[in-house]
């Protein structure tokens, strides 16, 4: 068991064992301080030479940087040391010695690339300020969870090896399934829709969601965490509103719990829980919007889908999350329901003023509109059966979303890529680590 007393914890009077990662070593001469780190923050070895056996003066002193150590002694107030209190140790042993050479500094001192930080985690996530993104992340997945409760949500789990994708055919990962050809799943869009007509009624899912995005974009991954929702006897109205919870509960939940987190990321006197309602605002009046700031070679027409500069465009303009609702039927995929059965959907995305971060809308629950919407996408209902099916045995109708957990996070902490909120990104380049 962990019987270390973890740095924050080490009061003036304690005899203390800490351990942890030898953060500096500062060597002045008659005196020397060796600064230890545990997850907790840091703390001062005071190493006074001439009163101290040789040999422990040695071991730590002669340590590498980045070396696990566990170091007892007395604590001790001391008000030039950072943290107003130093250990006078009685011991140090060495318990995983590093290389004097790392791949990186985690001190910071040394900058890294975005890809050298990447092939070394470990050691990226050393780093008050990176370590910090993973925390926040950790708690808004927690207060996520917590909304989704609070609207009578039960958690699901649905499967990523999949027979046939939904979210258009060019962005699949074909795998080998026991000599079949099978796909990991690009969304959990169809096995959530089935529970809306099971007892479970009102569902959620945090999963991963594989896309074989042809494009390197700061903002989009070949495996992100998707956050999704789907709810019996909703209208896309009503899954607005329940987005804007789950949103609004995220950034709730990290201003509450995360204020060293937002301080190490310079965000402690920014950060800012969205407290305005979401504005609707119609495709239409959107692509007017757009071709009215000017900043587009090519005015907008009924029917484009909005291309990133357009979004940027109308972000600015808004300045906060916004809803996009009542996109043209033809640029939806065919599970969206479409309003009135004309030219309008109920499909809806929802906009931080520089990306987008969910699509969603109300479905369509009738039988044979679906089975008519797969014909028209061009993709075979039979291959859908297990899917179709199920249509016919009492299907309420419903409605739902998808939320890019990454782009929360990152648009959250105005990360410059999307990388930066995901341990291991898959991307083009990077299979591994
Ligand atoms: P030398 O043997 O080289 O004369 P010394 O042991 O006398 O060194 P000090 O003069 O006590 O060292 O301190 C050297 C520097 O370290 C000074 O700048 C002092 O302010 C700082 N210092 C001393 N003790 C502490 C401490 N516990 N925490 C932080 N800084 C300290
Ligand atoms: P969509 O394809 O728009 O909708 O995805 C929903 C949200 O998931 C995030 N996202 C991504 N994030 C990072 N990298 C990617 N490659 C990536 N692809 C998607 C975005 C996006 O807004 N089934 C529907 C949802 C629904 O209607 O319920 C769907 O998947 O934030």
């Not at 204020?259 to 609707?280: H, I, M």
């Not at 782009?407 to 990388?419: P, Q």
Request: proline share 5%; charged share 30%.
């Amino acid at each position: 068991m962990d019987e270390r007393t973890y740095t924050a914890d080490a009061e003036p009077g304690d005899e203390a064992t800490v351990a942890g990662w030898v953060h500096e070593i500062r060597d002045l001469g008659g005196i020397a301080f060796l600064i230890l780190r545990d997850t907790t923050g840091k703390i001062q070895i005071k190493f006074e030479k001439d009163e101290m056996d040789d040999d422990l003066v040695e071991t730590g002193l002669g340590v590498h940087r980045e070396s696990v150590i566990r170091v007892a002694g007395a604590v001790e107030e001391e008000e030039r040391a950072p943290t107003g209190v130093e250990i006078v140790p009685d011991s140090v042993e060495v318990v995983a010695e590093a290389d004097p050479e790392l791949p990186l500094d985690p001190s910071g001192k040394v900058d890294a690339e975005l890809p050298t930080r990447l092939d070394n985690r470990t050691l990226d996530l050393r780093k008050d300020e990176v370590k910090a993104i993973f925390e926040i992340r950790a708690e808004l997945l927690r207060s996520v969870r917590e909304a989704f409760r609070g609207l009578g949500c039960t958690e699901i789990n649905t499967p990523k090896i999949v027979a046939t994708g939904t979210e258009g055919g060019t962005e699949l990962f074909p795998i080998t399934y026991f000599g079949e050809e099978a796909f990991m799943n690009q969304s959990p869009q169809l096995f959530k829709q089935l529970m809306v007509g099971s007892g479970l009624e009102r569902v959620f899912e945090i999963g991963p969601i594989f896309r074989a995005e042809e494009h390197n974009t700061p903002r989009h991954l070949n495996e992100a965490t998707s956050i999704d929702f789907e709810s019996a006897f909703f209208d896309e109205s009503d899954a607005m509103d329940a987005c804007e919870t789950v949103v609004r509960a995220a950034y709730e939940g990290v201003a509450e719990n995360c204020a060293d987190q937002l301080d190490a990321l310079g965000l402690a006197e920014t950060f800012e829980v969205p407290d305005e309602a979401f504005p609707r605002l119609s495709y239409e009046e959107a692509i007017e919007r757009i071709n009215a700031t000017g900043e587009l070679d090519e005015q907008l027409v009924w029917g484009d889908d909005l291309p990133t500069e357009g979004e940027h465009a109308l972000g600015k303009e808004m300045g906060q999350h916004y809803f996009i609702t009542e996109w043209p039927s033809e640029i939806k995929p065919f599970y969206i329901k479409d309003k009135d059965d004309g030219q309008l959907s109920t499909g809806f995305d929802l906009m931080h003023p520089s990306m987008e971060l969910v699509s969603g809308g109300q479905r369509e629950h009738r039988y044979d509109h679906l089975v008519d919407g797969f014909e028209q996408q061009g993709l075979d209902p039979d291959a859908f059966e297990y899917y179709t099916k199920m249509f016919r045995y009492g299907m309420p109708p419903h409605a739902g979303w998808g939320l890019g957990g990454e782009r929360l996070v990152m648009t959250m902490l105005g990360l410059d890529n999307i990388r930066e909120a995901v341990l291991f990104p898959r991307d083009r380049q990077r299979l591994s680590p």
